[in-house]
């Protein structure tokens, strides 16, 4: 009885180290991707064209559909039958500012955010 309790807790002691390695290796993979995403973002910064959020506007629909998220221009027009969410989640944020929205769905996802980085097209005008 005694050395199933050991080895029980053995066991125990292991999955609680494998749960916080994870989350700390994951942790540090995120931040790595999104330092990367930020950093490629401020080298095109450089060179996108700055859009007002009046002409920005005038892409608010499926036909064109442009969209800010965190200062920057993203032509959505391609994506939006592709959302897995579907075509209302992507539409809804046509010729507007995105962020929360965006945030709103995907929080901070480091995937999500390189997946958006295919369709930049702009940056906003302060």
Not at 105 to 111: L, P
Request: with cysteine; proline share 1%; charged share 20%.
């Amino acid at each position: 009885m005694q050395k199933d309790k050991k080895i029980l807790l053995t066991i125990s002691i292991i999955t609680i180290l494998l749960i916080v390695g994870i989350g700390v290796c994951g942790s540090t993979i995120r931040k790595r991707d999104l330092q990367a995403i930020e950093q490629s973002k401020s080298v095109k910064a450089e060179t996108l064209t700055r859009y007002s959020s009046t002409e920005v506007a005038t892409h608010n629909s499926a036909a064109s559909c442009w969209s800010s998220i965190d200062g920057f221009i993203y032509d959505l027009t391609s994506f939006i039958n592709l959302h897995p969410g579907g075509e209302r989640a992507v539409a809804e944020t046509c010729g507007i500012d995105g962020t929360a929205a965006f945030k709103d769905a995907h929080g901070n996802s480091a995937r999500k955010m390189a997946e958006l980085q295919e369709y930049i097209v702009g940056i906003l005008k302060e």
